[in-house]
């Protein structure tokens, strides 16, 4: 049994509807990322899997349990094996709390009184590298590096199973992000956990995630093993996507496939294929709807695709 | 030189604060030439921000000018009445801001924004708004006649981001100060407003001094690169020698650990491990120091100067001195 498993997820705002069925299963120990433009319903998706969004149909079970539409009392003792990292690592750290409060905020919930906070705040801070002297700061005390880790240890605070974390490394200096990645990729080797990441840096999902799936309007339009995407992308959202990744390499001219346009407002979604309008490879074909294939564990949900034929 | 159009010349920049003087910007020496596109590279802290409010003066109140000059075609900027260097802003030079979402007046609508800006001109009414249309079609707006009669929050962030690049040409500056303007925008508009800012850059023939933390940018637009660290500048040159033989340690380091260069799926990404030093108070000899795995004993006894290593090729780095090898 999957610890995650996302069936036909729909959420609309009153007319925008943001999710159109999305469906996805997270193993343990395993990390899934999803990828998408600004718009495409990723914040949603983790959002309304941790029940803080809403979700109108589908199916979010965690560990074989329904949670979704789940009334508050059923979620919270679920909150303990699953944990968020947001987006704004300082925004998502109330300024008036210290360091410690804010990292042992989440025994206090679950009602852990047992707990020795001061000796769990030390813990917590030496597993995400953080000298103990940091739990008497305050937010505003901490560079944009340290308060991710300071996130990464609240999240960790009930030894979730799943993490779900939103945009990890934006915002961050080069130099800071291989250090948080590593510690995402060591914790999760020794802890065992499971995560979700969502993101729109390619450059991170390759050194992370296990499987990837591919967001577009609310939709996956791919998925599969990390490398396999990477290597023989089959939608063409995917590989616009891959190609528009610039190198840091003034002689690399990558093969540069242009997108046309803007991503189209979620008020009209297109017929047929709804990458159609943008896709440098349409053909007549697309104006049929596309229905979500899996071949060999790799999802696409494309009538023309890339590569065709090397499907072992 | 005659077709120098900046030139920061030996300026040195700090912040009175309580703690003491801030050392922001710390002899910084670079040109911009007519035409070209200058790299800013740096991470938090290194003085990005406090190089571009000084280049157009809008600095805070607690900024102080220790040493050096901002020459604008020959004239030192720092030196300018205030009424001349409004006279200069928006018209000579120009800037594009990182939050596109945040750079428009959310009440205005996009053609009044249009026009306000072009106060100075004596044009009709009329001709400005023409004017205002065929710049939003230069940035690729389809339908731009319509669509300046709506609001900012009408369009996208990547559109809102192109409105910005017309708004700041459409004085025809001589350069254009664009502060991580793609920081903001997924990868596919990144892309897009890349190519526009090469298409235009050709098209105005203005210079483009294009800061950011993204190297990938960097490489594919610029011509030339200047890497800044803790509010100096340690290493400038063409974008080839900086990216294929970098002479400096941080310069190094920073390609290493863009995860963009590295292909295979990696178990542990290199970085640069210690933290950026406390401007207030700054360290003897090199400021990288601390975090540099070729540090000598020379590199704490004095500051490695900017020494020029070949025509249009500077790094200060005590390994390039062939007496520090011996």
């Known amino acids: ?312 | 030189m005659t077709d120098t159009l900046l030139e920061i010349d030996r300026l040195s920049v700090d912040y009175e604060t309580a703690r003491g003087d801030l050392k922001a910007l710390r002899d910084i020496s670079f040109d911009v030439r007519k035409g070209e596109i200058v790299g800013i590279v740096g991470e938090s802290g290194c003085g990005k921000s406090t190089l571009i409010s000084s280049i157009l003066r809008l600095t805070a109140p607690n900024t102080r000018f220790r040493q050096g000059e901002v020459r604008f075609k020959g004239e030192d900027l720092l030196q300018l009445p205030e009424r001349k260097m409004r006279d200069l802003r928006g018209a000579d030079i120009s800037i594009v801001f990182q939050d596109p979402m945040q750079t428009h007046n959310p009440v205005l609508s996009i053609g009044q924004q249009m026009l306000d800006i072009q106060h100075r001109s004596k044009a009709s009414k009329a001709d400005k708004r023409a004017r205002a249309a065929q710049m939003l079609g230069a940035v690729g707006i389809p339908d731009p006649e319509a669509r300046l009669a709506q609001f900012p929050h009408e369009f996208s962030g990547g559109m809102r981001q192109r409105i910005a690049i017309a708004m700041a040409l459409m004085s025809e500056p001589d350069l254009l100060i664009a502060d991580e303007p793609t920081t903001a925008l997924d990868a596919t508009l990144e892309v897009q407003i890349i190519e526009r800012l090469q298409e235009l850059q050709q098209e105005f023939d203005c210079a483009i001094l294009f800061i950011s933390h993204h190297l990938g940018v960097i490489a594919e637009l610029c011509d030339r690169v200047v890497v800044m660290y803790a509010g100096a500048v340690i290493e400038s040159g063409d974008v080839r020698e900086i990216f294929h033989d970098p002479k400096h340690p941080y310069t190094r380091r920073l390609i290493d650990c863009d995860p963009g260069h590295i292909k295979e799926r990696a178990r542990v990404l290199p970085t640069i491990p210690g933290e950026v030093p406390d401007l207030a108070n700054l360290p003897g000899g090199c400021i990288f120091r601390d975090r540099c795995d070729q540090a000598m004993p020379r590199c704490a006894a004095e500051v490695p100067p900017l020494a020029q290593l070949k025509e249009g090729h500077h790094a200060a780095c005590w390994l390039n001195h062939k007496e520090a090898a011996e």
């Open chain 1, 1 to 312: 049994m999957s610890l995650l498993d996302v069936k036909d997820l729909k959420t609309s705002y009153g007319p925008v509807n943001v999710l159109a069925g999305v469906s996805f299963t997270v193993e343990p120990g395993e990390t899934y990322a999803l990828v998408g433009e600004s718009g495409s319903g990723k914040t949603t998706v983790i959002r309304a899997i941790a029940g803080m969004a809403p979700a109108q149909e589908g199916s979010v079970k965690f560990d074989g349990q329904e949670i979704r539409g789940a009334s508050e009392r059923t979620l919270r003792p679920l909150r303990k094996n699953i944990a968020m990292m947001f987006q704004d690592p300082v925004g998502s750290l109330s300024p008036r709390l210290t360091i410690r409060s804010l990292i042992t905020e989440p025994y206090r919930i679950q009602g852990m009184k047992d707990r020795d906070l001061d000796a769990e705040a030390k813990r917590l801070l030496e597993m995400v590298n953080l000298p103990a002297h940091f739990a008497d700061r305050y937010p505003y005390q901490l560079s944009g590096g340290q308060a991710r880790r300071v996130g990464v240890a609240r999240a960790l605070a009930l030894e979730p199973k799943l993490i779900l974390a939103d945009e990890p490394t934006a915002g961050l200096d080069v130099s800071v992000q291989g250090e948080l990645l590593n510690l995402m990729n060591d914790l999760r080797e020794r802890l065992g956990l499971a995560m979700v990441i969502i993101t729109h840096n390619l450059n991170v999902v390759r050194h992370v995630a296990d499987r990837m799936g591919i967001l577009y309007l609310g939709r996956l339009v791919e998925e599969g093993a990390t490398e396999t995407v990477f290597h023989e992308p089959r939608h063409p959202y995917t590989r616009c996507l891959l190609s528009a990744n610039p190198e840091p390499d003034p002689d690399a001219r990558l093969e540069r496939i242009a997108l046309k346009g803007e991503p189209p407002s979620l008020l009209k979604r297109p017929s047929g294929c709804e990458f159609r309008e943008r896709c440098p490879f349409a053909q007549e074909i697309c104006t049929q709807t596309p229905q979500w294939e899996v071949d060999n564990g790799h999802g696409l949900r494309c009538l023309a695709p890339l590569h065709q034929g090397t499907a072992a």
